[in-house]
C-alpha cells in the first residue's frame, strides 16, 4: 500500500479518479475487441491499482470488503433460490 499512496499523493485523488475511467475504457476495450489474455492481465493490473489507492485515499477499505462480502453472499442466496 505505501507505494499506492505514493502514486496518489504525488497526482491526487481527482486525477486518479479521471486515470481510473481511462484504464477502465482500455479494459473494455481490450475485452470486446482483443480478446488478449496478457493484455487483458496488465489491464486488470491497472484498474486494481486504481481502485486500490482510491480505495485506501478515502479509507474506505474496510467498507469496500464489507460490500463485497455482502454481495458475494446475496448473489449465493438469489443461486439458490434459482434451483429451488
Same mark, same amino acid.
Given at each position: 500500500? !505505501? /507505494?499506492? #499512496?505514493? $502514486? *496518489?499523493?504525488?497526482?491526487?485523488? +481527482?486525477?486518479?479518479?479521471?486515470?481510473?475511467?481511462?484504464?477502465?475504457? !482500455? /479494459?473494455? #476495450?481490450? $475485452? *470486446?475487441?482483443?480478446?488478449?489474455? +496478457?493484455?487483458?492481465?496488465?489491464?486488470?493490473?491497472?484498474?486494481v491499482n486504481l481502485i486500490e489507492q482510491i480505495s485506501h485515499f478515502k479509507g474506505w477499505d474496510s467498507d469496500i470488503y464489507n460490500i463485497k462480502y455482502f454481495k458475494c453472499k446475496r448473489q449465493i442466496e438469489r443461486m439458490k433460490e434459482i434451483l429451488k
Open positions: 500500500m !505505501e /507505494l499506492q #499512496q505514493q $502514486i *496518489i499523493n504525488h497526482y491526487g485523488y +481527482e486525477n486518479q479518479l479521471k486515470k481510473l475511467i481511462e484504464e477502465l475504457r !482500455e /479494459l473494455e #476495450q481490450t $475485452i *470486446i475487441y482483443e480478446n488478449d489474455e +496478457e493484455h487483458i492481465k496488465e489491464e486488470m493490473a491497472d484498474v
